[in-house]
């Protein structure tokens, strides 16, 4: 029952019990006001027939006093007696009159015969003693028959006290009775009236309401300082208090989802700033190498519950190869064809494993496990693979972190592209598309780069230069001749390998940069060179073309030389190779 409900009944109980109570005690007070009336009316008629028997005595007394010394003074005050006699009449009258019982009526009719036939008795004796027989008139005074009508009046004064006492008794029983009754009918009401409230008090004010809400004072005050932990205790009442309970419960499960929302729009926000950051570095990067590192770096910052590998697919398409990985993915091979990831055949990112129905891929060897393959592509063109699965079972991290996955991919793909063709740039800018080798304005970009890193640190150099070239372009063609070229400069790659940098100079001219080597480091180098040149026979297109020889000119800084002068001693010792018969070494310094 509502709290409103009950107060209104308690109210209306309380105003119809305290209404009784009020009732009970006006009747109380009437028969109160009943019990004085009946002790007053037994006062008044007791004290009535007092005055009635004491004034015939008193009368009869002075009778007697007069006819036995003759004074005057006696028969005033019989007389006066007589007066007052007749007023006690007129009052016995006038009670009469206010309904007095019948049997009491009836003594006063008597009191009054007998008084008055007393009277005649005593003003007859007056009368004889006046006419001078004093003698008859002590007889009639003293005599018999004055005292059977004295007696009797007493006696019938007396029935008339008793009657009347009896009746006021009983009247001022039943007054007092009803009295009693009504003012514990009040008490009880006010007893009652008073529980009530208590219970008011208790049970509404208390147990259902203050209770309740000191309650939920600290509740709200926990719930206002986002305390979602707090425990709200059920209250299953249809009440205001209940709908407050409710209402509370309402708004601790909309602080819990506010505050959810809010972990997701941070977590949220958070994977947006992560991967605004690494598409910053991704654009910062400056080859493939170092893109690699940073996806490795902050992919698992991105998603931390998420492993995996960045692929990149070859230059013959047929291949994917692994450039970076993290968190240790379970199931990313190093190598595997491209025609066993259903993602690269798509052309669009596929799922693989128990959250999917689709088919699997099939480098995950029928691995039960949840895998996104994600292709990288650019301008249309599949460039690689971004692979993840899931390192924590159970969770489907894949499936709410894809979208963000699709726009790395995307990104990467793009950087990738960018990267990659910027390599290829570099290479067509830096390298001789005939032999491979670096070219000459790349040989000038090092030596300027040396002198200014490295100026103090050994570097040998090698000027190479092919002997009688023009006899193999006059006799064979020019085709012959780039054959040639190309043989010497493979020749060159093998031989200087890690070693240093081989370039093409010019013509039919190679430069190798050896660094940390001095001239005998260097004259060995050239020695190997010059006999791996001349140790084939080459053909062309059926033709036999004979062997190649080289000459070659060593010089090394800076123990026999500046620097700046490195190449130029190079050179001049390469002319006096060829002015010596050719194939041969010759060192600067010697």
């Known amino acids: 029952m509502r709290i409103s409900t009950i107060t209104n009944w308690a109210y209306a109980v309380t105003v119809a019990l305290t209404a009784l109570s009020g009732a009970a005690f006006i009747i109380s007070s009437r028969s109160a006001v009943e019990e004085r009336i009946a002790v007053e009316e037994h006062l008044t008629l007791d004290t009535l027939a007092e005055e009635l028997a004491l004034g015939a005595e008193t009368r009869s007394d002075e009778a007697r006093l007069y006819v036995m010394r003759g004074e005057e003074r006696h028969l005033q005050a019989f007389l006066a007696e007589e007066e007052a006699e007749l007023q006690r009449g007129s009052a016995a009258a006038r009670l009469r009159s206010r309904g007095l019982p019948p049997s009491e009526t009836q003594a006063l009719d008597k009191i009054k015969l007998d008084a008055e036939e007393l009277d005649k008795a005593e003003e007859s004796a007056i009368e004889v003693y006046q006419s001078g027989d004093k003698a008859r008139a002590a007889e009639i005074l003293f005599g018999a028959e004055h005292e059977r009508l004295q007696t009797a009046l007493l006696q019938t004064v007396a029935h008339f006290r008793d009657l009347t006492a009896a009746r006021t008794e009983s009247q001022l029983a039943a007054a007092r009775a009803s009295s009693d009754r009504w003012t514990l009918v009040a008490k009880i009401m006010l007893a009652i009236t008073g529980v009530l409230f208590l219970a008011v008090l208790y049970f509404i004010l208390r147990r259902r309401v203050t209770m309740p809400l000191t309650r939920m004072t600290g509740i709200v005050g926990r719930l206002a300082k986002q305390d979602y932990t707090v425990e709200i205790l059920p209250d299953r009442r249809r009440d205001e208090i209940g709908e407050m309970n409710d209402a509370i419960e309402i708004f601790k499960a909309n602080g819990i989802e506010k505050e959810r929302l809010d972990a997701q729009r941070q977590a949220d926000q958070r994977t947006k700033d992560l991967i605004l950051e690494m598409m910053h570095r991704l654009q910062a990067c400056q080859n493939q190498s170092e893109l690699a590192g940073v996806v490795a770096r902050l992919a698992p910052e991105v998603f931390p519950n998420l492993s995996g590998g960045l692929y990149i697919l070859n230059e013959s398409k047929t291949t994917m190869s692994r450039a970076a990985r993290w968190r240790q993915p379970k199931h990313a091979e190093d190598n595997f064809p491209a025609s066993s990831c259903w993602g690269l055949r798509r052309g669009r ?152 940098s081989a370039f093409r100079f010019g013509g039919e001219e190679f430069t190798v940069l050896l660094p940390d080597r001095d001239e005998e480091g260097g004259m060995e180098l050239a020695e190997t060179i010059r006999r791996r040149v001349n140790s084939t026979t080459l053909s062309y297109v059926g033709k036999m073309i004979g062997t190649v020889s080289v000459s070659v000119g060593v010089a090394a800084s800076p123990e026999t030389g500046s620097s700046e002068t490195l190449v130029t001693r190079a050179d001049a010792a390469l002319l006096i190779a060829k002015a010596n018969g050719r194939d041969r070494v010759v060192v600067a310094a010697r």
């Open 349 to 500: 990112p596929h799922m693989s494993g128990v959250y999917d129905t689709d088919v699997p891929c099939q480098h995950l060897d029928g691995a039960d496990v949840s895998a996104l393959c994600v292709p990288l592509t650019a301008q249309g063109e599949m460039i690689g693979l971004l692979y993840l699965e899931e390192n924590v079972e159970g969770i489907t991290h894949l499936l709410s972190s894809r979208l963000y996955l699709e726009l790395i991919a995307e990104n990467v793909g793009l950087a990738i592209a960018n990267l990659q063709l910027r390599e290829k740039l570099t290479e067509f800018a830096i390298r001789d598309p005939l032999t491979g080798l670096f070219n000459r304005r790349h040989l000038d970009e090092t030596l300027q780069t040396r002198l200014t890193d490295h100026p103090r640190e050994a570097i040998a150099c090698l000027m190479i230069d092919i002997d009688h070239f023009k006899r193999f372009n006059d006799q064979f063609g020019h085709d012959a001749g780039d054959m040639v070229m190309r043989y010497v400069g493979q020749i060159l790659r093998d031989s200087v390998a890690e070693a240093g």
